[in-house]
């Protein structure tokens, strides 16, 4: 899929949401003039402790960038554009990368906005600091969406207005997000911000993509990023010793 074709409505759609609304954010966002080119709980009830085998799923190879592949953003990662933010990316070849901001949901309906929605009260998602003319939709369907771009699994992306207003009003109860702009690098760019340490990639995953709690997702993930568990150590190793995993363990007082 060509970057060009990443838009499917144009100003007229942002000036209708703004017409409807302040455009916010539910949670907090840092504002800069110049844009972008927690705590663990200390202890778990038995029923939730994690198997010994247990490793972070997280990685920092560049390798592992792609397609449908999560980023999340490290707590020392302060810009404000993806400051606390989870990033799908849809788009990764080597003319550029396109993702989208997960877990910045407005306080906007797409109601007010779109339509198509008019009986919808799912909020818009400001989706990136890039092109914020540009409206995305990401769709959760078992079956194939034709004309959608498959992202992974059961997950695609629509940027067709027409095939937009299609797919809601033909799924029985469609589960799907849209989204204000985008984010977007260059692939050195990317690699060099993950080789700083500044994103964990992490697996593709629908539950994270479309959380009913999108605020939740980005401490839940990272937690998992600061999770040291020695699953490959002695049976019979002192699990309070310096070195073993609960040593690794904080959380904010």
Not at 142 to 148: N, R, S, T, V
Request: charged share 20%; glycine share 6%.
């Amino acid at each position: 899929m060509s970057l060009h074709k990443l838009c499917f409505f144009t100003l007229a759609t942002i000036v209708a949401f703004a017409a409807a609304g302040r455009l916010t954010q539910e949670s907090d966002v840092p504002k800069a003039n110049t844009p972008h080119g927690p705590a663990l709980t200390p202890f778990r009830t038995e029923s939730e402790m994690l198997p010994p085998d247990f490793l972070p799923v997280q990685s920092k190879d560049t390798n592992a960038l792609g397609a449908g592949k999560l980023l999340v953003a490290s707590r020392d990662f302060d810009d404000p554009h993806f400051a606390k933010t989870v990033v799908l990316l849809v788009h990764y070849d080597a003319k550029g990368v396109v993702g989208l901001i997960l877990n910045r949901r407005t306080n906007i309906p797409l109601s007010r906005g779109l339509k198509a929605a008019k009986d919808r009260s799912d909020p818009v998602y400001l989706g990136g600091p890039v092109e914020p003319g540009v409206v995305l939709a990401l769709f959760q369907s078992p079956a194939k969406i034709e004309g959608a771009e498959h992202i992974f699994d059961g997950v695609y992306l629509i940027s067709d207005k027409t095939l937009f207003e299609q797919t809601i009003s033909t799924r029985p109860d469609p589960v799907f997000h849209v989204y204000l702009g985008n984010a977007g690098w260059e692939v050195d760019q990317l690699r060099k911000e993950v080789e700083r340490g500044w994103w964990f990639i992490f697996p593709a995953d629908a539950n994270a993509v479309f959380s009913a709690d999108p605020d939740s997702v980005w401490s839940q993930m990272i937690q998992k990023t600061e999770l040291k568990w020695a699953g490959s150590g002695p049976a019979d190793a002192d699990p309070w010793a310096p070195t073993s995993p609960f040593a690794e363990l904080s959380y904010k007082r």
